[in-house]
């Protein structure tokens, strides 16, 4: 798909229906999704095991595997099968070196939001996160501090990455000048994405409001609540995927993609 120049304008509700069009690509398409989401997060588990490149590793891939998924995604609306090769096909398009300079930009840009994450609470968060180790009481504040900074921190990361894969890959931007167009289409439909956010955030305590009415009523075992949250959260990841591509149709997708 050859992507518009230019962004457009949206109104603020056009967001509020991107998850929608997500739970739709994924209706269509609930068993392809599932064995690609799994493949998927067989890959992620078997990289973790490689010495310190298995935290490099995935953060390298994001933008391509995430291109991946918006490939996914069009081929579903394009009533077309969706294919698990499709989920590395931005690695072997003849943009895949851009993808991969994409890729070691959001290496360079997570690294320097975990130094301040490090410099506010001596990496307390940082072990938290990627060794399940629990802040004692008196570091709290601090993890919170640098909770707080990392998340603010990671906005521009993600409004520049938002779009930059898709640029990359389907319109041949460089990666500097797609992060730029990534971070100012975001910019200019701030409305709808804040509507999108708001709408992610409802389902969200909706999802956990009602696993926590299940687990009053049932009193359910730890291994029982993990048990039901592995297929919400798969089929959240591929409604958030294919609300990916909803909004890159929405903002730059030519006129016949768009209908």
Known sequence: MRLLT??????SKVGAGWLSEGFSLFHRQP????????????AMLMAAFIPIFGLVLPLLLTPGLSMGFIEIS????RREPPRPPLLISAFRSAQAKAVLILGAWYVLEITVIMLVSYLIDDGVLIEWITLGQMPKPEQIAAVQTAGVVSFLLYIPVMMAF????????????TPVKALFYSFFAVWRNKGAFIRYAITWIGLTLFVGVAMA????????????????????????????HGSFYASTKAVFGPEEETR
């Open 213 to 240: 009415l299940v687990n009053e009523i049932i009193e359910m075992k730890p291994s029982t609540v993990t048990a039901f949250l592995f297929p919400i959260t798969l089929i959240l990841m591929a409604v958030a």
């Open 31 to 42: 068993l392809g999704w599932t064995l690609i989401l799994f493949i998927y997060w067989a």
């Open 162 to 173: 938002w779009f930059a894969p898709q640029l990359v890959g389907w319109s041949g931007f």
């Open 74 to 77: 069009r081929a579903i609306d």
């Open 6 to 11: 230019e962004p457009r304008i949206l109104e």
